[in-house]
């Protein structure tokens, strides 16, 4: 999907990188320029100094063209290995106008909106989030507020389309807040589940290029591989949370 964009700093480069989902997915985008900055401040001895800093990613799920589900804010604390997800909702006012019109302009200016100093950011269908489910041959396990369709209030493991589903699901009962949280969720549970270091994220990263909006490269993977891999190590199955307003 094409989006016009500002224009940016001219001291920083940014190059998206990701490893989801995801989809995210491990929802991981970096800036590449930012990490080479960094690396060429520190002693070559020191490069797993690189492990202290604090990332932030914006994660945008779409339902059409133009048209937002919703969207998650990722911090990535790599000294700490934890990873926040906060949920939006397409109607969350964001400055003075809601995160939907912000979108419109460019997915680049949304996440500039969400985050003033956001390192990289990422966009997919919502039926490319059920895509990279389907390509990892496993279910995911949310916890829903309360009944949707047919689907049960509580712990469920869903399908990829059920997943879907619940992504574009918009009649809960706590209004736009209910968006937010759920897609806050959804993010956090990817990461929880799939950002292990048991996986082979260098093919899962391969995936995410036929599946986000924005084109990747394995060059851009290869330059973070490193820390994505530590960060994965320490992933218990709780290393993403969810936070709410």
């Known amino acids: ?14 190059v998206l990188v990701a490893f989801v989902v995801s989809i ?103 039926s490319n989030v059920a895509a990279f489910l389907v390509y990892t041959q496993e279910r995911l396990t949310l916890t829903l507020p309360e009944q949707v369709d047919i689907l049960p209030a509580g712990e469920c493991t869903l399908t990829p389309i059920q997943v879907a589903d619940v992504l574009r699901y918009e009649q809960w009962s706590t209004g736009e807040r209910g968006r937010a949280d759920i897609h806050a969720q959804v993010m956090a549970a990817i990461l929880n589940r799939y950002w292990v270091d048991e996986r082979d994220l260098e093919q899962d990263f391969k995936e995410l290029t036929a599946l986000c909006d924005e084109r990747l490269h394995i060059s851009q993977f290869e330059a973070v591989k490193d820390e994505l891999y530590t960060v994965a190590k320490h992933n218990d199955g709780h290393i993403a949370q969810t936070e709410s307003d």
């Open 24 to 126: 995210v997915l491990f929802g991981a985008v970096f800036s590449t320029g930012l990490w080479r900055d960094y690396r060429q401040a520190e002693d070559p001895a020191e490069t797993d100094a690189a492990l202290g800093r604090v990332y932030t990613v914006a994660v945008f799920f779409r339902k059409t063209v133009d048209e937002l589900s919703g969207a998650a804010l990722l911090t990535i604390d790599t000294r700490q290995m934890r990873i926040t997800v906060h949920g939006f909702s397409p109607q969350t006012e964001i400055g003075d106008r809601p995160l939907q019109e912000q979108y419109r302009v460019g997915s680049l200016y949304a996440a500039t909106q969400l985050a003033e100093n956001c390192d990289a950011v990422l966009s997919f269908s919502v």
């Open 1 to 14: 999907m094409k989006h016009a964009k500002p224009p940016r700093h001219p001291t920083v480069k940014v």
